[in-house]
């Protein structure tokens, strides 16, 4: 019996390293792009340089602060040599606990692909879960 929990456990981690590896993997925002809905809702790592940044103003409530106020909360785009994607950040429940994205700044975004079907011109942005800051 335990040969076998052995193998099911390495067949399992080595499912998740390779499922964690792709997600990681650098992604044209063109490929995004152009096929938004092949990538509705999936993990994605996109790398490139901000611009159009705005930081949103505080306000009340969010998933993570319940009914607190939710700070730094940003919104910019990404851009790569194939296209622009919008980025979308959480925020914090505490001012200043996050490093603020900056005007041509290169990062390294991984986060969840929403398409706003509703909106006619189907805009696609990419929910960020963590941001990375590239070296030039």
């Known amino acids: 019996m335990r040969p076998f929990l052995h193998g099911i456990l390495c067949l399992y981690l080595g499912f998740g390293l390779v499922s964690a590896a792709s997600a990681d993997d650098g992604l044209p925002i063109s490929k995004i792009l152009k096929r938004p809905a092949d990538y509705q809702a999936k993990v994605v790592t996109v790398e490139g340089r901000v611009t159009r940044v705005t930081t949103l103003p505080v306000h009340r409530g969010g998933r993570d602060c319940g009914s607190a106020n939710v700070y730094d909360r940003q919104l910019f785009a990404l851009q790569d040599k194939s296209g622009t994607i919008g980025i ?3 925020g914090s429940c505490l001012p200043n606990m996050a490093k603020l994205v900056v005007q041509n700044e290169r990062l390294r975004v991984r ?3 929403m ?3 509703s909106n ?3 805009t696609t ?3 960020a879960q ?3 800051r590239v070296s030039p």
């Open 120 to 122: 006619p011109d189907g």
């Open 125 to 127: 942005l990419i929910h």
């Open 130 to 132: 963590s941001i990375n």
């Open 115 to 117: 398409v706003d079907r």
């Open 88 to 90: 979308s950040t959480t």
């Open 111 to 113: 986060g969840v692909v």
